[in-house]
């Protein structure tokens, strides 16, 4: 049995269906209407070993921060649900990306307390038309809404591309092996008895 969740979100700037599997192979069908957020999403997937479709059409005329926004809200909802009570999940993850001359380092807890912390220095304000502030709504939506504990730092690097892409492989990377089942947990990974 796959663990996956699938959200609609419709608004009156965006209308969004996705759906993430957990325990994918790192498929991905994306249509967002941001070129540069299906790019990572896509390695996001890939890195992952996600399974992941987006469907997403968003008031993109004015910029890209709502379907940015909403995206990272639905993911997080969707990886929510997909994990239901977290049973036999190794809960923490961490992740150490190269790209280049960047070095993006990813950690990750499924506490169900959110927090999200990000010390990363991201030069350039657009990558194309993408606005780069946009990392920071994105990342921060997603760990509320999946109800994670996240911290990005980007050690160094200097190509805004590629402190990005890092960041993004980081997180898929980090996930992946918090989401893993390990079998040696018996029920949730927590002496609270439950996250």
Do not use: W
């Not at 070993?49 to 379907?67: K, M, N, R």
């Not at 049973?87 to 150490?96: E, H, L, S, V």
């Amino acid at each position: 049995m796959s663990r996956e969740g699938t959200i609609k979100r419709i608004t009156n700037e965006t209308q969004i269906e996705l759906t993430l599997n957990v325990d994918g192979s790192g498929t991905s069908k994306l249509e967002t209407g941001v070129p540069f957020l299906n790019h990572m999403l896509d390695l996001f997937a890939k890195h992952g070993q996600f399974d992941l479709s987006v469907q997403a059409t968003g008031d993109t005329e004015i910029d890209d921060h709502h379907t940015t926004e909403d995206i990272a809200i639905c993911l997080g909802q969707a990886l929510k649900d997909a994990l239901g009570d977290k049973r036999g999940i190794k809960r923490y993850g961490n992740a150490f990306v190269p790209m280049d001359e960047t070095l993006a380092h990813v950690t990750i807890d499924l506490s169900n307390r959110p927090y999200y912390v990000q010390n990363a220095t991201i030069p350039s304000p657009k990558v194309g038309n993408f606005d780069t502030e946009l990392v920071h709504e994105f990342m921060s939506k997603l760990a509320i809404e999946a109800r994670m504990n996240l911290h990005i730092n980007v050690s160094y690097g200097s190509n805004t591309h590629h402190i990005i892409e890092a960041m993004f492989k980081a997180l898929a990377r980090a996930l992946d092996e918090a989401t893993t089942i390990d079998p040696r947990v018996k029920g949730v990974p927590s002496t609270k008895g439950m996250l």
